[in-house]
């Protein structure tokens, strides 16, 4: 069973920064995209940002020059580093790996950024 489990979730004061961590538990054999979303209350689930298996990365533009992406293929990890964390970018973060056509979901880790 294909599990991805997230961690590094907090509180920080807006100005500071956290480190998500996405880990695969179970066998993918090609993972091709993985990305993080996030959702504020009320508000749709939107693209944060990705990593395809070429290196290649794009990013909403609310999170550019502050967030970076980045894969240890071998570990089948997905990280994101924040910085410069604004009160805006408070919402439940969820990483989601895609393979063969089909996406993997964590179950969320929830950011909070205090003014």
């Known amino acids: 069973q294909v599990q991805l489990v997230e961690s590094g979730g907090g509180l920080v004061q807006a100005g500071g920064s956290l480190r998500l961590s996405c880990g695969l538990s179970?066998?993918?054999?090609?993972?091709?995209?993985m990305g993080w979303y996030r959702q504020a209350p009320g508000k749709q689930r939107e693209l944060v940002a990705r990593?395809?298996?070429?290196?290649?990365?794009n990013y909403a533009d609310s999170v550019k020059e502050r967030f970076t992406i980045s894969r240890d293929n071998a570990k089948n990890t997905v990280y994101l580093q924040m910085n410069s964390l604004k009160p805006e970018d408070t919402a439940l973060y969820y990483c989601?790996?895609?393979?063969?056509?089909?996406?993997?979901w964590g179950q969320g880790t929830q950011v909070t950024v205090s003014s």
């Open positions: 989601v790996f895609i393979a063969a056509g089909r996406n993997y």
């Open positions: 179970g066998s993918i054999d090609f993972i091709d995209t």
């Open positions: 990593i395809f298996s070429s290196g290649f990365t």
